[in-house]
């Protein structure tokens, strides 16, 4: 009787451990990340992997997967990125990385509206990344079928497209305007180039919490394009990216309460 009663308390304290256990866990605190600019170089080194066919696939193993179901993300991811939808830009891939290292927002022409803007306001707040990329990429449909609109050789699209794409129709007209030597296609690639920093401008306008994050510099916000022939990504001036902050904080239409409201 006695034996049972040392089992029955045994059991006992063995699942009030794993309980105890379990809530510790879920409420560990993030873990120390790099700084922005350490991210920001592994991600480069990542890319230099990829595309000189030396990539090491890390965390892509069923120890990560398994750690994946019991940690937070936010102990581990140390980048928000958001890119095309394109098949051809598998992001995890590009960058060499694995399970829980990037929070990633995919969508066509890789634009900042409300969906993508609240999803990278997430990735930075809470998953706590402390870099986020916007990553274009070359041959990017978006943008052209864009680009063939606004020069009056559009086509007839699905009725909800135009509106997913319209952010990029400032980019295109700024790309025809500073570039009228590239006639026809040739403009798309300043025009993807553009998009790259409309996108960052639509969600500097936006977001007032990104704002604060890179200001108070917990956040650093960069511009990129990915080669699909090569596999090379290139970044571009961070110059650009701090004159448009600038722009936008001077900017009476900015949005400026970074909480929701009941």
């Given at each position: ?7 029955l ?24 990340k790099?700084s ?12 230099e ?67 993508e ?7 930075l ?7 986020f ?12 079928a ?76 960069v ?26 904080e ?5 949005e400026?309460e ?5």
């Amino acid at each position: 009787m006695k034996y049972g009663k040392k089992i029955l308390i045994y059991g006992c304290c063995l699942t009030f451990i794993i309980q105890l256990t379990e809530i510790v866990q879920a409420a560990e605190p993030n873990a120390s990340k790099p700084s922005p600019d350490e991210v920001l170089m592994m991600l480069k080194k990542g890319n230099e992997r990829f595309y000189s066919e030396q990539a090491t696939y890390p965390h892509a193993n069923a120890a990560r997967v398994k750690l994946a179901g019991e940690k937070n993300q936010g102990n581990y991811a140390y980048a928000t990125i958001i890119s095309c939808s394109d098949s051809r830009v598998p992001v995890e891939l590009i960058f060499d990385a694995g399970v829980m290292d990037i929070f990633v927002i995919r969508i066509a022409g890789n634009v900042c509206d409300t969906d993508e803007i609240g999803s990278i306001e997430y990735g930075l707040a809470h998953v706590n990344t402390p870099l986020f990329v916007m990553l274009g990429h070359t041959q990017c449909g978006a943008v052209s079928a864009v680009t063939h609109a606004v020069q009056g050789k559009g086509q007839a699209l699905e009725r909800n497209i135009p509106p997913l794409v319209d952010n990029i129709i400032p980019a295109v007209k700024r790309a025809i305007e500073g570039h009228k030597d590239a006639i026809g296609d040739a403009v798309i690639p300043y025009a993807i180039e553009e998009n790259v920093w409309q996108g960052i401008e639509d969600l500097f306008m936006k977001s007032p919490a990104t704002r604060n994050l890179v200001n108070a510099g917990k956040v650093k916000v960069v511009a990129a394009i990915y080669d699909v022939g090569t596999g090379q990504v290139s970044w571009l001036p961070s110059e650009r990216t701090d004159e448009i902050l600038k722009r936008v904080e001077a900017s009476s239409d900015k949005e400026t309460e970074p909480m929701a409201t009941k």
